[in-house]
């Protein structure tokens, strides 16, 4: 029997993509799934392809950037369910540019659903499964973009090296109390993701990646994310590392040589704090040779 089992998995941005798969994986794992996203009719049809594995799954209209909303679908889980084991805070969206044109209702939106949406989940579900006792996950997606930058994504890098940072502190906080913490860090997944702008809330008067008005920089990496990884395969991973106890899933391997370079930085700027003048460091290493 699947640990999944008879457990009860809360999945937001579920109408498409990774979090699409997330909610099938977890239907086939057998568990109970409430499917939460801000668009309607795509939850519609994705409720009901996860009802078609089996399951007993609902959907629940929710905007994560609203702490209102994921309360009141927190509280709808537990009333539909009678309680909550797993949380995927998945909903994200993505904007391109220089940090400095990027506008400035631009940088709020995506702060407010990869970021706050993250805290809202949190806030409305953590307590509830503390209160619970019954053990559980919170898995948080964040991104190869959480760990290191090829430049261009300033709201969305800032959020996912945010979403890192926060479900660090939170496995600290949680150790000993049998509601574990996950982050998930994937690179390129062929999702919807760069027509992120359908659920901008000034939609109307905006284009998507798809019509861009000019060059846009993730119309340049539109065919990466065309042959990434399919989110099926993402979901599958998912579930392998929670079962294994991972922190940090990771999807695509080839990231590490980044992630090396970028902790080498690291180093070699602390090596440049040990040698600083300015710290005292040097003198005082003179004075005791
Ligand atoms: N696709 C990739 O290459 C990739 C890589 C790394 C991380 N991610 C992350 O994966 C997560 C899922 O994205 P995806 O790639 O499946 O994209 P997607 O666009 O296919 O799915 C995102 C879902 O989030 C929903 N959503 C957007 N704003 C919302 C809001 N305010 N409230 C509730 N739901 C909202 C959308 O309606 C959509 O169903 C995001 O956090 C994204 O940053 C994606």
Redesign the pocket.
Known sequence: MSEFDGRVAFV??????????LALAFARAGSRVML????GD??DT?VGEVRRTGADARAVR?????EA?VEEAARRTVEAFGAVHIVC??????VGGRAEEIAERDWEWVL???LM?VVHGIRAFLPRMRSQGQGGYIVN??????LFTPGMLGP?SA??FA?VGLSECLAAELVGTGVRVAV?????????????Q??HPDCSERRGVEAPEKADPLSAMLPL?QS??E?ER?ADRVLEALRAGEFYIFTHPEMRAVCEQRHANLIAAFESAERSFALGRAESKKAGA
């Open positions: 937001t941005g579920a109408a498409s993509g990774i979090g699409r798969a939460a996203d801000i668009e795509a939850l994705a929710c905007d994560v950037s609203s909303s805070n998945n909903a994200g969206v993505i407010a659903v990869n949406g997606t964040a991104s190869g973009a959480g969305y959020s996912k979403v998930l860090c994937p690179s390129f997944v062929n999702t919807r993701i760069f027509d992120a359908r659920n994310l990434g990884m989110p993402v």
